[in-house]
């Protein structure tokens, strides 16, 4: 959530190695009561749902996943696609909850996601390069990683 002390990305806060979010105890306490349900956390077993389901999604629509990084709290994907990144992350929420709830992690209801996320374009190899780079390398443990094929060709 925005101003805990891991940091975040918010509206402010979202330029590709830029800062992030200050810790600010006050604002993540507002954050929390505002929620209606506990924060979701990705086990072992959900991590691995959700990465299979990004891979799935990927190949049935003919997108790239160069590199991804599910984390207890949120994910992190590269893909090469001839769609805006908001369409992908709609569809990753979407499929990654259904594929969750298909496996008998939750009920229907459960909610996973924040309202939106945060998504960029990559507009050079030098770019990707770095982004992969920033999901695979720097964040933190690795839990639920995949880098593809397409990822060493840049």
Not at 14 to 36: I, K, N, Q, Y
Not at 78 to 96: D, G, H, R
Request: aromatic residues 8%; hydrophobic residues 40%.
């Amino acid at each position: 959530m925005h101003g805990e002390e891991a940091g975040s990305v918010d509206r402010g806060h979202r330029l590709f190695g830029g800062p992030v979010v200050e810790p600010d105890a006050s604002r993540a306490t507002t954050e929390s009561r505002l929620m209606d349900q506990s924060p979701y956390l990705l086990d072992a077993d959900r991590r691995a749902c959700v990465l299979e389901s990004l891979r799935s999604d990927c190949l049935h629509r003919g997108w790239i996943l160069l590199a991804a990084h599910v984390r207890s709290t949120h994910v992190h994907a590269i893909v090469e696609a001839e769609v805006e990144p908001e369409k992908i992350l709609t569809v990753f929420k979407a499929y990654a909850s259904r594929r969750l709830n298909h496996c008998g992690f939750d009920t229907t209801d459960r909610k996973r996601w924040s309202r939106h996320g945060s998504t960029r374009w990559l507009w050079s190899d030098d770019d990707v390069r770095s982004a992969i780079r920033y999901v695979v390398d720097e964040q933190g443990e690795a839990m639920a990683v995949f880098i593809g094929a397409g990822a060493m060709d840049l």
